[in-house]
């Protein structure tokens, strides 16, 4: 007898447990950190298909996007409630043991913020018509479909991924919203050999 009572207050105890670990997660990754994998090759060669990034969704509340920071946002969505990020939270996790995938999100470097006049001519990119000094870049910048110059509003930014040649961006889908953007990748979590802050 009394050791049932210990078998089923350590079942008790482990449930708990793993329940307390799991809302854990839900409140983690719905407003405060989240791991995401890169799934595109736009962002070479500065970020790899397959590396697994954390992203600090708090960043934004306090301090405002600047330019050369890499981001993740939502494709054609705003950012939801606590309510509504841990629905998403859930919905992702049954994704994945079903291997398909919910998430709608991009990762591209912010560019242009708002007050900036973006101008693309010559295969570079212009701030406020002085020409981006851009280490990361690989290949030339195309102006794509937008008409150039363009000045960025309120609450609004240009991105581009680092692979000018690949990447869908700005130049193909137009300014992105604040309420469209997640956060700011900080880290890289794997491969192991790749550990360590993003630039």
């Given at each position: 007898m009394i050791k049932n009572k210990k078998i089923i207050k350590e079942i008790s105890n482990w449930t708990f447990s793993i329940l307390g670990a799991f809302v854990m997660a839900m409140v983690l990754n719905s407003k405060v950190f989240a791991t995401v994998k890169v799934e595109q090759s736009s962002m070479e060669n500065t970020l790899f298909s397959n590396q697994k990034l954390i992203l600090n969704k708090l960043s934004y509340n306090f301090v405002?996007?600047?330019r050369g920071d890499i981001i993740i946002f939502l494709e054609n969505?705003?950012?939801g409630t606590i309510?509504?990020?841990t629905v998403k939270f859930i919905n992702n996790m049954k994704s994945k043991?079903?291997?398909?995938?919910?998430d709608k999100r991009m990762v591209k470097r912010i560019i242009g913020i708002p007050g900036d006049e973006i101008n693309i001519k010559g295969g570079y990119v212009y701030i406020n018509g002085e020409k981006l000094t851009e280490p990361y870049a690989k290949d030339q910048t195309s102006s794509g479909i937008?008409?150039?110059p363009i000045e960025v509003p309120n609450n609004k930014l240009f991105v581009l991924g680092d692979n000018r040649t690949v990447s869908s961006d700005s130049r193909e889908f137009g300014l992105i919203d604040y309420?469209?953007?997640e956060g700011k990748a900080v880290f890289r979590v794997s491969p192991f050999n790749e550990i360590g802050a993003i630039k």
């Open positions: 405002e996007p600047k969505e705003q950012r309510i509504d990020d043991v079903g291997n398909t995938d919910v937008l008409n150039f309420n469209q953007v």
